[in-house]
C-alpha cells in the first residue's frame, strides 16, 4: 500500500509540471522520426494466456509460441475482486517462475488494463515488480495521451534497470486515425525510464465493436485499418501484429488469415488457443518456393549487375515462355521476403 501511495504522489506532480514540455517534444520527435531496421529474434506468435486460471498459467511454461502474454484484461472478469485476484496470481506464478529455463523474460509480455479503468494503476504497480517482465502490451491506445498516461506511470515507479517494451493496441476509429502519431511517439523520459514503442497490434474485435463494422469471412471489410496499422508499423521500424482468428478449431481458415496478414506486411499474429501457435510460426516465415525463387532471382540481378544491367527478364517456366521483368524493387521485395542479403551494383 505504501508503494501505491508513494507511486501516485510521484505521478501527479510529474503529470502537472510535465505537461507542457510534453506536447512540444512529440511535435519534434513526430516530424524527425525515420524509418529503420531492426535485427530481432523471430517474434510470430503472440499467445494469451488468462491470469485467472492457474491451470492456463501452468500449461503456458509448455507452450513453443514466439511471445506469451500474460493476460489481465479481457480474459478476467470485470470486477475488482476478479482483477485483483488475477493480479495477485500472476505476479505469484511469475515471480516463482522467474529461474524457469522454460519462460525466458524475452518471451514474456504482460496485458494490463487500460489507462481508462481503475485497475491501471495497480496492474502496472504490480507487474513492474516482476523483473522478468520486458514487455507491456497496452489495450485501447487511442491516442499519445494513453501512452504518456503509461510513461509517467513507470517513470514514477522508477524501475530502470532494463528497458521495458511497450505494444500499442490498436481498437477504435479514433486510434487508426492518430496510428501515425502513436506509431512516431517516444517517452520523453528515454526508454530506459519511460519504456520504447517497439509494436503495433491490430485489435479486430474492438475496432469493429467501435465502429458498427459487421465481420465476414473474406475479411474485406477490415483491408483498410489492417493495412494501415501494417504499413505504419513499417515506416517508424515497429513490429506489426495481426488479429485474432476467432475460428480457433477451424485450422484452415486459420492458415488463410496468417497467409493475407503476411501478404499485408504483418510480422506476427496474435493467438487465442495454444493450437493456433503452429499454423502461426509455420506461415509467418518463408516457403520453400519463395527462398528459391528469392535465390535464383539474386543470382540473375548478381549477374546483371556484373555486366552493367539493371533488369533482367525472368522465365517464369510455364508452357508460353513467359517472362517477368526484375529490377532493384523486385530484387529487394524478394530478397527481404526470404531473409537473403541484397546484392548492390560493383
Known amino acids: 500500500m505504501y508503494t501505491l501511495l508513494r507511486y501516485s504522489r510521484s505521478l501527479l506532480v510529474i503529470r502537472s509540471a510535465k505537461a507542457q514540455a510534453r506536447s512540444q517534444i512529440h511535435l519534434r520527435q513526430y516530424s524527425q522520426a525515420v524509418p529503420q531496421e531492426q535485427e530481432t529474434p523471430l517474434r510470430r506468435s503472440y499467445l494469451y494466456v488468462p491470469a485467472s486460471s492457474d491451470r ?3 500449461k503456458s511454461l509448455v507452450t513453443h509460441s514466439d511471445i506469451i502474454i500474460y493476460d ?3 480474459s478476467v472478469a470485470p470486477s475488482e475482486e476478479d482483477k485483483n485476484d ?6 505469484e506464478f511469475l515471480t516463482k517462475s522467474i529461474e524457469d529455463e522454460r519462460l525466458h523474460s524475452s518471451r ?3 496485458r494490463i488494463n487500460s489507462t481508462h479503468t481503475p485497475f491501471f494503476e495497480r496492474d502496472i504497480v504490480s507487474i513492474l515488480t516482476i523483473p522478468s517482465v520486458r514487455t507491456l502490451v497496452l489495450p485501447k491506445v487511442h491516442s499519445v495521451e494513453d501512452l504518456e498516461i503509461v510513461t509517467d506511470a513507470m517513470e514514477a515507479f522508477g524501475r530502470a534497470k532494463e ?3 511497450l505494444v500499442a493496441s490498436i481498437e477504435s476509429a479514433f486510434s487508426v486515425h492518430n496510428v501515425g502519431a502513436i506509431a512516431a511517439w517516444k517517452s520523453m523520459y528515454g526508454p530506459e525510464k519511460g519504456g520504447e ?3 503495433l497490434l491490430f485489435a479486430a474485435e474492438d475496432f469493429c465493436a467501435d465502429t458498427s463494422i459487421i465481420r465476414t469471412p473474406s475479411h474485406q471489410e477490415l483491408l483498410y485499418p489492417r493495412s494501415k496499422v501494417a504499413v505504419t508499423a513499417k515506416a517508424f521500424g515497429l513490429e506489426a501484429i495481426d488479429m485474432v482468428c476467432i475460428n480457433y478449431n477451424d485450422s484452415e481458415h486459420l492458415r488463410n488469415e496468417c497467409a493475407d496478414g503476411r501478404r499485408l506486411g504483418f510480422s506476427g499474429k496474435q493467438a487465442i488457443h495454444p493450437s493456433q501457435v503452429g499454423i502461426i510460426q509455420s506461415t509467418f516465415v518463408p516457403t520453400e518456393q519463395e527462398i528459391q525463387r528469392a535465390a535464383k532471382i539474386v543470382h540473375k540481378m548478381t549477374q546483371a549487375h556484373a555486366t552493367q544491367k ?5 522465365e517464369l517456366g510455364d508452357e508460353k515462355g513467359s517472362k517477368e521483368m526484375i529490377d532493384a524493387p523486385m530484387l529487394k521485395q524478394m530478397a527481404r521476403a526470404a531473409g537473403l542479403p541484397i ?3 560493383p
Open 163 to 165: 528497458t521495458i517494451n
Open 197 to 199: 514503442l517497439r509494436a
Open 72 to 74: 489481465l484484461e479481457d
Open 343 to 345: 546484392p548492390t551494383p
Open 310 to 314: 539493371g533488369a533482367i527478364g525472368l
Open 86 to 91: 488475477a493480479r495477485e496470481r500472476l505476479t
Open 108 to 110: 514474456i509480455a504482460v
Open 56 to 58: 492456463m498459467l501452468q
